[in-house]
Each structure stands twice: as C-alpha cells, then as structure tokens.
C-alpha cells in the first residue's frame, strides 16, 4: 500500500540524494548530535512539526536557523515569554487612515518557524499556536489567513523541572510529529565546535555557517510528495497500530497513545525509508521511531515515574511485548 504511483528507482534515488546532501549540511554545523538531525530531517519530510526539548546552549536554535538556510526558507523566531498574546504571534488588522483595516502578518508567516522555550506561554497563545500547527491558518477577527506551504513550527522547550517552566497540554504536545530530545556532546564534537568558533564561526551570524543550499521550498514539496508513495505492507499496519494500541492498556502508562500516534508513525516510518534508499518500509523503521513519535503522547503512572522510570523505558517494554511481522 502507498499513496498514488510507486516510487521509479530512479525516483528514490534522486529524493533519498537529496536528502542526505541536506543531512550532511546539517551535520557540518550541527556537531555531535546525529540522531537529533535524523530525526528532524524524518519529521520535516513527514511534514509535521517537531518538539525540541533541551538544556540551554545545545544549538536548538542554530539547528533551525541552519535548516532554513539549506532550504532557502525564511526563519522566524518567537520568544516565548508569559505575557505573550496571541496577535503578537498571528498578527493584526490596522485601521487605516482610509477607515479600512489592513492585515499585519505576525511571526507565523514564516516558513521554519521556531518558537522558543514554548513551555512558557499563556494557554490563549498556546491555543492560537495550535490552530497554526494543525489547520495550517491562523484567524484573526474571523477572518482566516492561510499560512506557507513549507509552514513547520519548531519549538524549543528546557526540561520541565527547570524553574518557570510549565508542561505543555496533551491537545498540543499531540500536534507535534515528534519530541527530539537534545542532550550535550560528545568531547570529541565539543572540542570541534570549539575549533569552528576559532576559525571564525559565531552562531549569531548565519553567514558564518558556510551552508550550503541544497533545495528550494519546491524541492521540498517533492521530496515530501516522494515520501507518501514509499510502499507499506499490510502487516506493517497492522503492526504500527498493534504497538500504539498497547499503549493505552499497558499497566506502566496512565495515558496512551492516540490514533494520530498511528498516523505519525506510518509517515515518519515511509520518510525513513526514503532516506534509506527504499521505496518500501520494514518493521526497523518503525520500531526506531517509536521513542521520538510517543514519548510525548503517554503518561507514566506516577509510582513508577517516582522509581525513575521513563517514557522511552516504557515504550521499550512495549516494542518488546508487541511481535514484529
């Protein structure tokens, strides 16, 4: 099963290509975090939105800038801070000398849109960013704008337990394709940024990145339309719902996945895939997904999470009880 026509090898070749030329350029920025830019490279042909979530000064924000400018996209960024409104993302209308109102877009019209520390904002900010998130519009005095085709908010949040931070509501972490979470690097990439800044890099200024364009917004509409036509077994659908069903009657969880946890892992899965080389999906893809896509849709119970217990060791257990086709 896939969507319209398969993929031609020639196809896969040239989308998979490009996608790894797009990964490379993100590694030579970005040093020691490898899986972080899997997975947001996953998410972005997914075209879903992702959630980073970090200590400060782990390149969450030099990520996204180094993306846009691999793509040629336009980079917004809004602070997140607890008087936030809603017009001061969205945007508003003017009145006019002439007496007619003029529309001001706000900072989501952008095409990569980074909201940062987003587990500070109020809840009707929170709310506006999430009709941005899923309806891909945002309506300001019942009037509805249409936002970029190329529109992926990527938002940064530190760890809950950091002071005046809050935890986001199910409704919206759901909307986010995956949580990435960022740890620090390695010495040995470390001792490499540290070279970089002696040669001359400075992560305030894009134009020291040395970033090299790989596609426009049409290369990505391409690759992302190639990614609905990876191929997916019918006992892979089976297995992809089998593995989110779990979740919400495992003892260790008191909230499970939802059916939009299937949808996510379906698409991430043929993203996967493609940048793999195939135009088909194995059970691997799907089961080294599962963690990034779920982790921020379940609840553990809160005895177990007092013994330390994670969501990703729970959903381990879970991969483990669940039989692979």
Known sequence: MGGTAPLTGEEVRTQTERARRLLG?????????????????????ARGHVLLEGAPGTAKTLLVRTLSQALGLEFRRIQFTPDLMPSDITGVNLLLGSGDFSFRPGPLFGDLVLGDEINRAPAKTQAALLEAMQERHVTVDGTSHPLSQSFTVFATQNPIEFEGTYPLPEAELDRFLIKSLVGYPDDQAEQGLLQRVLGGFEASEPASFGVTPVMDARGLAELRRAVTRVRVQENLIGYITGLVRATRDAPALTLGASPRASVALLKLAQAAA????????????????????????????????????????ALVTIVERVPAP
């Open 274 to 313: 493609l940048l793999d080389g195939r135009d088909y999906v194995i059970p691997d893809d799907v089961k080294n997904l599962i963690r990034p896509v779920l982790r921020h849709r379940i609840a553990v119970a809160p005895e177990l999470e007092l013994e330390g217990v994670t969501a990703d060791q």
């Open 25 to 45: 350029e993100l590694g030579r920025v970005i040093l020691g975090q490898p899986a972080v830019l899997r997975e947001v490279l996953l998410a972005l042909m």
